[in-house]
Structures are given as structure tokens and as C-alpha cells.
């Protein structure tokens, strides 16, 4: 084995904090969703862009020889996270009465494509982490990991699928 300089050593980000701030990074989506969705009426769920998604996921899965099956239920637990933090700002909104946003983002234009950039940089480090989620420290960092604002029962949603097979 080649040794590995500590200073270098010390800068490679480890797969699972890549993953935690990928995660994050999507959730963070999660608001400027319902801020759109808020304006325009459209409903949280959206099982049209869901498939298509699933679809782009298990294909690019393929591609880099990952389970698709374990990238979809890892999408599909993004998405149920997701719609659990829409779902609670539109209570909230409801209540407080909140007015229209302006500007509000727009979905197809701006919101999606920042989704659709984090997916292939999501799958390459779930290929990383899959051989590692038996690992103590890999196990300790989801158990306790929270994404961002997320409240505990989004941050357990999110890593349903992660679990020691
Ligand atoms: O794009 C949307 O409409 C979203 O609400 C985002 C998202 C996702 O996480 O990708 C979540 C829920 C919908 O069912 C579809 C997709």
C-alpha cells in the first residue's frame, strides 16, 4: 500500500458526508417546490414526474452498475420526504392565510433542473456507500443525520432505505 500524506488524506470528502449534503441539497428543494406549488395551485403529489424520474434513476442506475431497484427506493423516499416538508408549509401557510408568493420560483424552468442536476451526483455516491451501510460509522452518521431544517420524521424518511440489508 502507498501511504497517503495526512494533509491530503484529510481534504477527501468521506461518500457518506457526500451523500448527507446531496440529501440535503435536494430537501432544500423541497420549499421552493411548495412556494410554487402554493402560487399556482398545483397539487404536492405528482405521480407523472415521479415515474419519469424513476425511470431516468433505474437507467442511469444501470448504467454505472448499481441495484435500480435500491436507487428507486432511495428516490422514492426522496420524493415522500420532500412532500412531507411541502405538505407541512402548506398547513402552515393555510393558517397564517399566506398570500401568493412574488417572485415564486418556477418549477419547470428553475426548481427542476436543480433537482434533476443533484441525481446522477446522488447515484454515483449511493454506489460508493452500498457496501459500506453495515459499517458502524456509516450507520451512526444516517441514524443521526438530519438534512438542513428537517424535522425528525422527514430525516427518518429520507434514510428509510439506507438500512444495514
Ligand atoms: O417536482 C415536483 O413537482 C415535486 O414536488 C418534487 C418531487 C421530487 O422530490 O422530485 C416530489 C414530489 C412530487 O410527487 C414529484 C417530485
Not at 500524506?5 to 457518506?16: F, M
Amino acid at each position: 500500500q502507498v501511504p497517503v500524506p495526512a494533509a491530503i488524506q484529510s481534504e477527501q470528502t468521506p461518500p457518506i458526508k457526500s451523500l448527507i449534503s446531496l440529501m440535503t441539497q435536494r430537501l432544500e428543494v423541497a420549499p421552493l417546490v411548495a412556494q410554487s406549488k402554493w402560487n399556482s395551485g398545483a397539487a404536492i403529489n405528482d405521480p407523472a414526474r415521479e415515474q419519469a424520474i424513476l425511470a431516468d434513476v433505474e437507467k442511469q442506475a444501470r448504467t454505472i452498475d448499481l441495484d435500480p431497484r435500491f436507487a428507486a427506493a432511495f428516490f422514492q423516499a426522496q420524493f415522500d420526504a420532500g412532500k412531507l416538508i411541502q405538505s407541512q408549509l402548506h398547513q402552515k401557510w393555510q393558517k397564517q392565510k399566506q398570500a401568493p408568493f412574488s417572485p415564486a420560483p418556477d418549477l419547470a424552468k428553475e426548481v427542476r433542473p436543480v433537482l434533476d442536476q443533484l441525481t446522477p451526483q446522488l447515484l454515483m455516491v449511493l454506489k460508493t456507500i452500498q457496501p459500506d451501510l453495515c459499517n458502524t460509522g456509516v450507520k451512526q452518521s444516517l441514524q443521526t443525520a438530519t438534512f438542513g431544517q428537517t424535522d425528525d420524521e422527514v430525516s427518518k424518511m429520507a434514510v428509510s432505505t439506507l438500512q444495514c440489508p
